[in-house]
């Protein structure tokens, strides 16, 4: 029997081949549609009118709105500043994380990215509040409306909207509330870190691998795919790269996609890890490092195993119990 994770797992996987999520609402289903290239189109296009509009009828652009907040002293360049070096330092970090392979030096720079990222978030969230009742933001407002409103179908075949436009535009503040939380915690079933797990189980490679192509394993025309498909067969491509072209991925990082594409790009940039781990004390050191760390780097392979040698030494396919954490 699945466990609660697993069943995460094969729910996500089972509505992005659907292209759609079931909701239960007030006394009926609703099925949300995941959009695609043609949707982001029209929600695009959307924006722009109502931007256009709320421009039109006086309101302040962004642009305007910080030119007024930096005269009275509220919001200035140094403020955006900040924001641009908080950035520069997450990229920063990111790039340095991946090329660690010590897990202490790993711990610490996970603990100074979290301390970046809240900061970031908290001047980003600072600039939000003032930067309220612009173009912009009443564009933005307005384009969430439409998403949502273009996402609620009555149908598994999405062809009936749930609510016409008009009886959509006068729906109770609350009621639509309600609907905005239906449609992100749908969404947020089908994380990245989800499509990534996905992307490396049986239930999905076993299939995948055997398609001669995108549009074959969807049963769509490349265009008419959801971005949800798309990231899958990004990551699905990948993870068998990967896969196909090293043969001593360690048995540590197997059930987890993250450390799988850390390992396979510590071993492509620039020369060798191993090499730089045995001449230099540059980017890569091993001072401090455990038999686990140098395992997980690609030094030592000695307890290497690919994903078809573990399967051999299971017994049977690999499921969604040897990748979820």
């Given amino acids: ?16 081949l659907n292209g759609y999520s079931k909701v239960k609402y007030i006394d009926k289903f609703l099925y949300i549609k995941h959009f695609g290239i043609f949707d982001e189109a029209l929600i695009g296009e959307n924006y722009e009118e109502v931007y256009a509009h709320a421009q039109h ?10 030119q007024v907040l930096s005269e009275e002293g509220f919001w200035g360049k140094a403020d955006e500043r900040k924001i641009e070096l908080n950035r520069v330092e997450i990229e920063e970090l ?36 003032m930067l309220h009742d612009t173009c912009e933001s009443f564009a933005q407002f307005k384009s969430m409306n439409y998403s949502v409103w273009l ?52 239930v999905f490679s076993n299939y995948f691998y055997l398609s001669d192509s995108v549009s074959d394993f969807f049963g769509k025309r490349i265009l008419d795919l959801t971005f949800f498909q798309t990231s899958l067969a990004s990551y699905g491509r990948m993870f068998k790269n990967i896969q196909e072209n090293n043969s001593d991925i360690p048995e540590s ?40 760390d140098m395992i997980d780097s690609g030094v030592s392979n000695s ?22 954490k």
């Fill in 1 to 16: 029997m699945l466990n609660g994770r697993d069943k995460e797992l094969s729910k996500a996987y089972l509505d992005i």
């Fill in 57 to 66: 009828q006086g309101l302040p652009t962004e642009a305007e709105r910080l």
């Fill in 94 to 129: 990111e790039k340095k994380l991946a090329k660690t392979i010590i897990k202490k030096q790993k711990e610490k720079i996970l603990k100074n990215l979290s301390s970046a990222r809240d900061q970031i978030d908290k001047s980003q969230l600072k600039r939000q509040e």
């Fill in 151 to 202: 996402s609620f179908y009555i149908d598994e075949g999405l062809t009936e909207k749930a609510w016409d436009k008009e009886g959509f535009d006068s729906m109770d503040r609350a009621d639509l509330n309600e609907l905005i939380a239906l449609y992100n915690l749908k969404m947020k079933e089908i994380s990245i870190s989800n499509l990534k797990k996905i992307s490396i189980s049986a």
């Fill in 253 to 292: 990082v197997l059930n987890d996609p993250d450390a799988l594409f850390d390992f396979a790009k510590s071993k492509n940039e620039g020369a060798d890890v191993s090499s730089k781990l045995r001449d230099t004390e540059g980017a890569y050191s091993r001072v401090g490092a455990t038999k686990e």
């Fill in 303 to 324: 307890k290497a195993k690919d994903l078809h040698a573990l399967s051999k030494e299971k017994g049977k396919a690999l499921g969604w119990e040897d990748f979820a």
